[in-house]
Structure formats: structure tokens, C-alpha cells
């Protein structure tokens, strides 16, 4: 909202979330098929990659690309934009209560006096709000990437989301240990929560086949890690494929199983968050999905 973000300096999301179009489209097609913006993401990557940030890994500069895609994805599904955290504008995470509120907010005719009331509104949500999402779990806080949650039940949708450039069968092992213990403390804590697992490559990958399959086989076992216990076990996976070898960057879609695409991804979450929650939450994100059926 303009009112919590025009005194607000620039962070390392602004420049990104500023690539993102407005309006954004409607992602679900006849059928109830979920088709993401491919563009999108590439947009998003690109300004990473022109701003020098996707070469260093300590910026974590395609991480940021990939969480406001996903956060985008949500919103173009319906989802109520300042519910999913990080938001457009700053503060990136802010208390759902808040927001609502001081969207409803009069502000007086008079310009000094409307001056006053942006300047409280905005100190307000600063010291409210937080740059991260750290979510309590079962036993210590976690940093998550794409969070909606609300004081009145928790952790709603998380998602988390990884970068891998290179040494990829050396670290799959830490990333597979890493994911499922996150998984095991925020279920503990949240075990209605719908969480999902995003996974970026870049395709120096098929250097590495044997790190290739292993990469696959850990999704596609996040997925199933206690069988029939769905609190066990990350609602949904998912894979990208970056080619930065040319000019433009590319998605390898093709490489990618059609279990681990980010079309199932999101159609999984989404179907997650609305099967878990009253049929009176998310209304407009339920309708748009309900006229696709």
C-alpha cells in the first residue's frame, strides 16, 4: 500500500518486485490446470542478473528472484496481496491486522495534518513489521521464504526455496538433511500448514548426472517422507532449470519431470490451502480457481 511504503528506503527486493507487471493475469485455465508466468520469472532473474547479483551467491541474489516469483504466483491466484509475506512494499512482512487496517484508514483533507497521520501510520508498520519471516516451529525459529499466516491460526502456506550454481552432487546431502529437518520442526508446530519445496538449478547440472538424478530423487521423496501422514511430508516440490549460457536466461522446461513442474506445484498448494482452511477464507482465490473447473 502507498501509504505504508512511500517513506520507505529501497532493500534489496525493490528493484525486483518493481519488474513485476501490473495487472497481473489470471494463472488458471480450463480444467482447473494452473499454468505459471514463465516470464515472469525470467523478468525477475534478469534483474538479478543485470544488477550483478545472481554471480554472488553471499547476496543470494537468484534466491530473491525465485521467493517473489513464487509470492507473485500466489497473488496472481487470488490471494489477498499484503497476506503473502514477503509483500510488495516495505516493511516485507507486516501483521495482517495492520495491513487491513490502515487500508481502511481516513486520512484528514488537510495536507499537514494528512502529512502527520502517513508519517504515524509509517512509523507504525516499521516497528511492527520485519524484513524476514521467521516462523516459530516445534523447536526453534525458522527463517521461511513465502509465508501467509495470521495471529488467529498460525502458519497458513510456507514456502521454501533453494539455489543451487554448481558442486551439486556435494551438497545435496546438507539440502536433503536441511528440508526435511525444517519440515519435521514447523509440522510439529503447524501440521495443517500447507509447505512446499522449490528448487532452483542453474543447467551446469548435466555435468553432474549422477547430482542431476539425485536432486530429483530428494523432491519426489520430500514428498513422501512418512507415508500416509500428510503432516510428514512437504505438500508439494518443485523444480527449475535456469540456462544463463546466452544473453537472455532461459527455463529449461523440458528437463524437468511433469511431477515436479511448477504448474502440479502450485496446483498442489493452492489445493492444500483451500482444502485446510473455511470455505469463507480466500474467497477471491477460490472463485477464480472455481470458474476454471
Not at 491486522?97 to 481516513?106: T, V
Request: aromatic letters at 8%; charged letters at 25%; a neutral charge.
Amino acid at each position: 500500500m502507498q501509504n505504508l511504503s512511500h517513506m520507505a528506503k529501497e532493500d534489496r527486493m525493490s528493484a525486483v518486485y518493481e519488474a513485476v507487471p501490473a495487472p497481473l493475469t489470471n494463472p488458471w485455465k480450463k480444467g482447473g490446470e494452473y499454468e505459471f508466468d514463465r516470464k515472469l520469472l525470467l523478468d525477475l532473474v534478469d534483474v538479478q542478473i543485470k544488477g550483478g547479483a545472481a554471480g554472488v551467491p553471499a547476496t543470494g541474489g537468484l534466491a530473491v528472484a525465485v521467493d517473489i516469483w513464487i509470492a507473485t504466483e500466489l497473488r496472481r491466484a487470488g490471494i489477498q496481496p499484503d497476506i503473502v509475506w514477503p509483500r510488495t512494499s516495505q516493511p516485507r512482512v507486516l501483521p495482517q491486522a495492520l495491513a487491513k487496517a490502515a487500508s481502511r484508514f481516513r486520512y484528514a483533507k488537510d495536507g499537514k495534518v494528512r502529512d502527520v497521520q502517513e508519517a504515524t501510520i509509517q512509523s507504525l508498520a516499521t516497528l511492527a513489521g520485519a524484513g524476514s519471516t521467521n516462523i516459530l516451529g516445534g523447536f526453534f525459529a525458522k527463517e521461511i521464504d513465502v509465508v501467509i499466516a495470521e495471529f488467529d491460526r498460525g502458519l497458513e502456506l510456507a514456502v521454501s526455496s533453494k539455489t543451487m550454481t554448481g558442486s551439486f552432487g556435494k551438497n545435496i546431502t546438507n539440502r536433503f538433511e536441511e528440508a526435511s529437518g525444517d519440515l519435521l520442526n514447523i509440522r510439529r508446530r503447524y501440521p495443517l500448514a500447507t509447505f512446499g519445496y522449490v528448487y532452483l538449478v542453474t543447467s551446469n547440472v548435466f555435468d553432474e548426472p549422477s547430482g542431476w538424478d539425485r536432486i530429483k530423487d530428494m523432491l519426489r521423496k520430500l514428498k513422501s517422507l512418512t507415508p500416509g501422514d500428510e503432516r510428514g511430508s512437504y505438500d508439494a516440490t518443485c523444480l527449475l532449470v535456469l540456462d544463463r549460457t546466452s544473453s537472455k536466461p532461459k527455463l529449461l522446461e523440458d528437463k524437468v519431470p511433469a511431477d515436479l513442474s511448477p504448474n502440479k506445484f502450485f496446483g498442489e498448494m493452492l489445493s492444500g490451502l483451500f482444502s485446510r482452511s473455511p470455505v469463507s477464507e480466500h474467497q477471491e482465490a477460490r472463485a477464480l480457481w472455481e470458474k476454471s473447473l
